[in-house]
C-alpha cells in the first residue's frame, strides 16, 4: 500500500527524502501530535487511519477530520506554527512512515513538486472541514455514519475498517446507542457487516446511496487536484 502523496513525487525528490524515511506500525490511541507540543514528526499514513481531535475541558472531544494515505499530518509544521491545539492520533492501527518534521519542513521549501502537492493537500483540509462543519449541522445521522464510513475506507484502502462505538460516537457527536441502532440499520438493509468494532463494506454503492453529498462533493474536490 503507498501513501498518495509520496507516490507522486518524482525520483530525484524521493531520493532525498528516503534516508530519512522509518516505517512503523501504529497502535490504536498513539498520540502522533500532542496539543501544545512541539511537532517533531510528520507522519505519511499507509494503512493507518489518523484522527484530528479537539477536547473540551470537561474531557468531551469531537473529530474535525481524519488522515489516511491520501494525506499527511503535521501540516502546522509546513505553515510555521510549530504547535497546535488540536489532537492528532490513530483511530485504525496500521502503517505508515514517519520522517523529521524539519526535513518536510526543508524539501517544501526547496519548491517544487512536494510543495505543489502539499498546498494542494491543504487546500483539500480546508474543504473537508467546512464540509464536515455544514454536514454536522444540516444532516441525517445515517447519512453521516455512511460519509465517515467510506472516508475511513477509503484512507486505509480496504472495506474492513476497525471503528469502535467510541470513536462512531466521537466522529458524529452522538451516544454510543445512537450508533449502535444506525449501524444494526444498515446492516439489515445488507450494506454493511458490523461486528465488535469491525465494519465491513458489502455494498459500496449501496452505501454511497446512502451518504449524504458531503462525501462525493470532497472526493471530487480531492480527485480533481490528485488525478
Request: with cysteine.
Given at each position: 500500500?503507498?501513501?498518495?502523496?509520496?507516490?507522486?513525487?518524482?525520483?530525484?525528490?524521493?531520493?532525498?527524502?528516503?534516508?530519512?524515511?522509518?516505517?512503523?506500525?501504529?497502535?490504536?490511541?498513539?498520540?502522533?501530535?500532542?496539543?501544545?507540543?512541539?511537532?517533531?514528526?510528520?507522519?505519511?499514513?499507509?494503512?493507518?487511519?489518523?484522527?484530528?481531535?479537539?477536547?473540551?475541558?470537561?474531557?468531551?472531544?469531537?473529530?474535525?477530520?481524519?488522515?489516511?494515505?491520501?494525506?499527511?499530518?503535521?501540516?502546522?509544521?509546513i505553515l510555521k506554527a510549530k504547535t497546535t491545539t488540536m489532537?492528532?492520533?490513530?483511530?485504525?492501527?496500521?502503517?505508515?512512515?514517519?520522517?523529521?518534521?524539519?526535513?518536510?519542513?526543508?524539501?517544501?521549501?526547496?519548491?517544487?513538486?512536494?510543495h505543489d502537492l502539499l498546498n494542494r493537500y491543504m487546500h483539500?483540509?480546508?474543504?473537508?472541514?467546512?464540509?464536515?462543519?455544514?454536514?454536522?449541522?444540516?444532516?441525517?445521522?445515517?447519512?453521516?455514519?455512511?460519509?465517515?464510513?467510506?472516508?475511513?475506507?477509503?484512507?486505509?484502502?480496504?472495506?474492513?475498517?476497525?471503528?469502535?462505538?467510541?470513536?462512531?460516537?466521537?466522529?458524529?457527536?452522538?451516544?454510543?446507542a445512537t450508533v449502535t441502532e444506525v449501524a444494526i440499520k444498515?446492516?439489515?438493509?445488507?450494506?454493511?457487516?458490523?461486528?465488535?468494532?469491525?465494519?465491513?463494506?458489502?455494498?459500496?454503492?449501496?452505501?454511497?446511496?446512502?451518504?449524504?453529498?458531503?462525501?462525493?462533493?470532497?472526493?471530487?474536490?480531492?480527485?480533481?487536484?490528485?488525478?
Open positions: 500500500m503507498e501513501n498518495i502523496i509520496l507516490s507522486k513525487l518524482p525520483v530525484e525528490t524521493l531520493e532525498r527524502l528516503r534516508p530519512h524515511f522509518e516505517q512503523l506500525s501504529l497502535a490504536h490511541g498513539f498520540r502522533v501530535i500532542v496539543p501544545d507540543e512541539p511537532i517533531r514528526h510528520v507522519y505519511f499514513p499507509l494503512t493507518c487511519l489518523l484522527s484530528l481531535v479537539t477536547r473540551m475541558e470537561d474531557g468531551s472531544a469531537v473529530e474535525s477530520g481524519t488522515i489516511g494515505r491520501e494525506g499527511m499530518s503535521g501540516i502546522p509544521v489532537e492528532t492520533l490513530v483511530q485504525v492501527p496500521g502503517e505508515a512512515i514517519r520522517v523529521s518534521a524539519e526535513v518536510v519542513r526543508e524539501e517544501y521549501e526547496r519548491g517544487g513538486v512536494l483539500v483540509v480546508v474543504v473537508n472541514g467546512s464540509q464536515s462543519a455544514a454536514c454536522n449541522a444540516l444532516h441525517r445521522v445515517e447519512a453521516r455514519f455512511c460519509r465517515w464510513l467510506l472516508m475511513s475506507s477509503d484512507g486505509i484502502g480496504s472495506n474492513e475498517v476497525a471503528l469502535t462505538q467510541e470513536y462512531l460516537a466521537v466522529m458524529l457527536g452522538v451516544r454510543r444498515i446492516q439489515e438493509a445488507d450494506l454493511i457487516r458490523y461486528h465488535r468494532g469491525q465494519i465491513k463494506v458489502l455494498d459500496r454503492a449501496g452505501v454511497e446511496r446512502l451518504a449524504c453529498e458531503c462525501y462525493a462533493r470532497t472526493r471530487a474536490e480531492y480527485e480533481r487536484l490528485f488525478s
